[in-house]
């Protein structure tokens, strides 16, 4: 059986799925969902009269709409498939989105691809075969898996929501805390605050959640992963961390507690708010900005209040906290490389 899988190319180990693959998942997400949505919101801030705008509009919003066969074919391309096997992964990936989230999407697309290795050139039927192997079993996952995966995040919404009711200090805690953790998981945080509408100061609170997350790791990380890091974790996505939280999940607690204790801050004391299309954001093509300002008003004020509680405090302090965490030798240098494709 070794030998039979290895000359098939299927690598039975935690680092080829939850390190490899889901590096790769990282990139298909940004390679469509997250360049789009700044193509996208580009597009909205053009003159309604131009046309570039809605040129950009349409675009962002088509690459937006192929996350799921992004990520079909980036964790085929991670695992090695074969052509028949990889191209089928695109319908894998796109059931599984469509029914489970980028979550559901990975796993479909994960063992469907394995199984499509499986039957690949063993039969004279390969050219149809191999290609039904792969769709049908990526196909089955994703109705089974992909309502579980929907279930866990009405569980993960109604936490948010019983904390949106809570006081102001307790709710911007909580909230801040999970919005940031799923915009860094491969769940869809944007997806869940526009389920639950959140808006005003619980909209508020995630955001600055959301933004320690991104501007967290693109600060802590910079020695690793210099410019291109910076850029593509700041603006791009925080998710491309996600395998080596794997590695070492003492890497997200710094930007964690970062929002944690900004949160309350901001909406305590300047009140600061957003709306659900922001909410989940963060700096992801600055959209979390963009929605802040859209809520709050273009004033120099909320443009202080945005640069000092999206940008440069939650960058700040998730640095002074990391630093304590090299110190005691629970972060190590090296531990937030990302793989820039």
């Not at 559901?104 to 994960?110: H, K, N, R, S």
């Not at 307790?170 to 605050?193: D, E, K, Y």
Request: aromatic letters at 8%.
């Amino acid at each position: 059986m070794r030998a039979f899988l290895k000359k098939k190319g299927i690598d039975l180990s935690w680092r080829t799925y939850l390190i490899t693959a889901l590096s790769y998942l990282a990139l298909g997400l940004f390679s469509s969902l997250i360049v789009g949505l700044i193509i996208q919101t580009a597009g909205e801030q053009v003159p309604r009269h131009l046309f570039i705008g809605t040129f950009l509009e349409d675009m962002g919003g088509l690459a937006m709409s192929l996350l799921g066969p992004a990520i079909g074919v980036s964790v085929a391309y991670a695992l090695n498939a074969p052509p028949l096997v990889m191209f089928s992964a695109v319908v894998s990936g796109a059931a599984g989105e469509e029914l489970g989230g980028p979550a559901g999407a990975f796993i479909a697309v994960l063992i469907s691809v394995e199984c499509g290795k499986l039957i690949s050139k063993e039969t004279r039927f390969d050219i149809l075969l191999t290609p039904f192997v792969t769709i049908a079993t990526g196909f089955v996952l994703a109705s089974t898996i992909g309502p579980v995966i929907g279930n866990g995040l009405e569980a993960f919404g109604s936490v948010i929501n019983w904390a949106t009711a809570q006081e102001p200090l307790t709710m911007s805690i909580v909230v801040s805390a999970l919005m940031g953790l799923a915009l860094t998981l491969p769940v869809s945080s944007a997806a869940i605050a526009i389920m639950l509408g959140l808006d005003g100061l619980a909209a508020g609170a995630a955001t600055v959640g959301c933004c320690a997350q991104m501007v967290g790791f693109a600060i802590s990380s910079f020695r690793e992963n210099r410019w291109g890091g910076l850029v593509s974790l700041g603006i791009g996505t925080s998710m491309l961390q996600v395998p080596n939280i794997v590695r070492n999940p003492w890497i997200v607690v710094p930007p964690t507690l970062a929002g944690m204790i900004l949160a309350p801050i901001a909406v305590i004391y300047f009140g600061m708010e957003n709306n659900p299309e922001g909410a989940g954001m963060g700096t992801s093509g600055f959209v979390g900005q963009i929605m802040t300002f859209t809520t709050m008003g273009f004033t120099m004020q909320v443009f202080i209040l945005i640069l000092v509680f999206h940008i440069v405090l939650p960058g700040v302090l998730t640095y002074l906290i990391d630093r304590g965490f090299r110190k005691s030798g629970r972060i190590k240098d090296g531990d937030m490389t990302i793989d820039q494709g």
